[in-house]
């Protein structure tokens, strides 16, 4: 079956600008994440859906970061007024549950984001 | 705080064996997972221990000590392919995953 998917792979874009990334996750996936991956860098949390609860969103560095996930399939994450600093590879990744068990996360190919 | 700790980086010659360690301080636990992760592509899952003990499957074995706050992942008979950084992750008490930075293994001829 098909798995995650993230567009677009990979983005440039200057400081200040506006930038979406999009996640598709796996069909069926209840708890979608988002994370953040610099050169060489451990994987850094931003946020959780889980269903229809309010999401986790306490890994979001600033109020430039906000997402959603709309009918409890795709996600967009919106960085406004993009500054050098959030230059990475944004992760989505999915799971059949969060809470509880041994869900895996099943990881999409990533969006290299690079601000000029 | 959390936290998860893991060695930067290690070396090991193909066709032996290594042992990744991880120890963990976290608020809870509900799991440890290990994913490898080939530079420049997603981690993949590997393994996944709740219980104390041992769990094998095919070259790569996963150990958990929850006393000690400690897992292994041991992988036997090295190839090339291997060559990766290899994550090691908690669930805490709120199901939330903390991630280690990450081993980078280096797979020598």
């Known amino acids: 079956g098909a798995g995650v998917s993230q567009s677009p792979s990979n983005k440039v874009t200057e400081k200040g600008k506006d930038v979406e990334l999009r996640c598709d996750p796996i069909?069926?996936?209840?708890?979608l994440y988002w994370y953040r991956q610099s050169l060489g860098q451990g994987l850094e949390f931003l946020i959780y859906?889980?269903?229809?609860?309010?999401?986790?969103k306490s890994g979001l560095p600033s109020d430039r970061f906000s997402a959603e996930r709309t009918g409890g399939s795709v996600s967009t994450l919106t960085i406004q007024r993009t500054q050098q600093e959030d230059s990475a590879v944004y992760l989505c990744?999915?799971?059949?549950f969060g809470d509880g068990g041994s869900y895996e996360q099943y990881f999409g190919p990533g969006t290299r984001l690079t601000v000029t | 705080g959390q936290n998860i700790d893991q060695p930067t980086e290690m070396t090991a010659t193909e066709g032996a064996i290594v042992q990744i360690n991880c120890t963990y301080q976290?608020?809870?636990?509900?799991?440890l997972f290990w994913y490898q992760q080939h530079a420049g592509e997603a981690p993949t899952f590997l393994s996944y221990?709740?219980l104390d003990g041992l769990e094998e499957k095919g070259r790569f074995s996963s150990f958990l000590s929850r006393s000690k706050g400690y897992s292994y992942l041991l992988l036997k008979e090295l190839q090339m392919k291997d060559s990766a950084s290899y994550l090691c992750?908690?669930?805490?008490?709120?199901?939330?995953?903390?991630w280690g930075a990450g081993t980078k293994l280096i797979i020598k001829p």
């Open positions: 976290t608020s809870g636990f509900n799991g």
């Open positions: 859906f889980q269903g229809n609860s309010a999401p986790d």
């Open positions: 221990n709740v």
């Open positions: 992750a908690v669930k805490d008490s709120n199901y939330q995953l903390i």
């Open positions: 990744a999915s799971s059949l």
């Open positions: 069909s069926g996936h209840t708890a």
